[in-house]
């Protein structure tokens, strides 16, 4: 299969926000980051793909499936907060689990709570987030899934704890069938392991590709208020003046028109959400 | 194992954490309360089924607290079997509490020396039955529309609007007696149609109830 999701002129309209007709696939076998600033359209998409919301128009496929639930078992869901009841132990997460998965494996559950020093017994109540998040990526990493969904897994945890997760991630698509979609704002996790991004602004797509090339695509432009010349007015991305100079994010394709007292370095996915919002904003 | 079967499970590993020895010593104590105020033994299989409606919102309420209806999507469960499985695990506890009345009943008579017939508890158990789904029915659409936190109020309405209407409806038809003797000479004569109609009009109403449900929690987004 090459594509494990794929959305189609996905649509949906709230009153303040209108995830416009988005389309992107993610490919099969890799780590995909699902890049944007906060209020972008992310957990919606991700609802959306999960069935939590009714879409508008469009299509969705899951694993070649056009129903989420079917394949339900492939899949493996973090959200940004937990889903189990509070007053549960992991242990209760389990037999839950164990209820609806055909291929639960009580025993890699167990070990990855060992892994992750969580007690069997302990309330989900008084684990702290980094741990829930663990929890729920035990979860659905002991089902065999062969797609993973998560959505901001890793805000709120600290660099360990982050470390981790990430690390974990990479383990689940060494096997060429697995799959992971990423949804983050915390960038410098996704530039350690993610091999596509797929870059959401305001409703739309902005970009899906290998992250490689989005990093390659564009340059970081420093220099003195005078430098501003037509081509940078023109094509540059976010510029931003201050009374010592200018700061600007370019196509990669115009440095050889830039004057070559400027400064130009490369760019991370940080800087090029922060420029993109920042010239969708003008 | 059946999805629907294998969610009722899951509705009573939900409620679990709330099915305390403390609970149940409240219980009791009400219903031997309610017992010494009225003397009636059947007193208790009511109360203990009033009981149980609590337990009938619990998942509900706990399920919204902590956001149980993504877990439901994301384990595969179709939104119709959950409205399903919601209604045979509100008859099960309504059965179940219904029981244990009836169990509590035959105890307090024993103990306090009153005559205690079975049948007769199992038929007040019947028409309790029928008035608590009733009220569920009224109720489960709402918190599958709304939620529990946005409907609570209205879908307690019914345990202040039904004592109201059997104390008119009792004092309306109390002034209407003469006029009514012949219908009830008739009802008397002839239980099983009554009976037949009574069970058919309240499985119309929890079809409804469910296919209600159904619509709304289709609708719902999370």
Redesign the interface.
Known sequence: MKNAIEINELTKHYTDFTLNSISFNVQAGYITGFIGPNGSGKTTTL?AI?????SEGGSIKVLGDDN???T??E?G?V?D????????TAE?VG???Q???LNWDSKQFSDYLMRFNIGATKKIRDLSRGMKVKVMLATALSHDAKLLLLDEPTSGLDPVAREEICELLSEFVGDESHSVFFSTHITSDLERIADYIVFILNGRILYQGTKDELLESYRLVRGGLNEIDQILQEHAIGLRRFPTGFEAMIPVTLLDSLSSDLLIESVDLDQIIVFMNKEERR | ?N?TL?FI??DF??I???VTVKNLIIFIAASLFIYYGTQTSYTVIGTMMGFGSLYVSYPFA??E????D??Y??????RKTVVMGRYLYAFIIDIGLGLVGILMSAGVSFLFGKEYSLPENLIVMGAMLMIFTLIQCFQLPLYFKLGYTKSKFSAYLPFLVIPALIIIMGQFFGNLKNQLTPIVTWIVTHPYIIIGFVIIVWLCIIMTSVLLSVRYYE?R??
């Open positions: 609802k999960l069935g939590m919301i009714h989420t639930l079917i339900n078992s899949i869901i959200m907060s937990s889903f189990f009841v509070e007053d549960w209760d037999k839950v689990m209820l609806f998965y | 194992m999805t294998r499970i899951l590993l939900t679990k954490p709330y706990v399920g607290k902590n956001g149980i993504a877990l999507l994301f384990l595969g469960i179709r609708k987004e999370f």
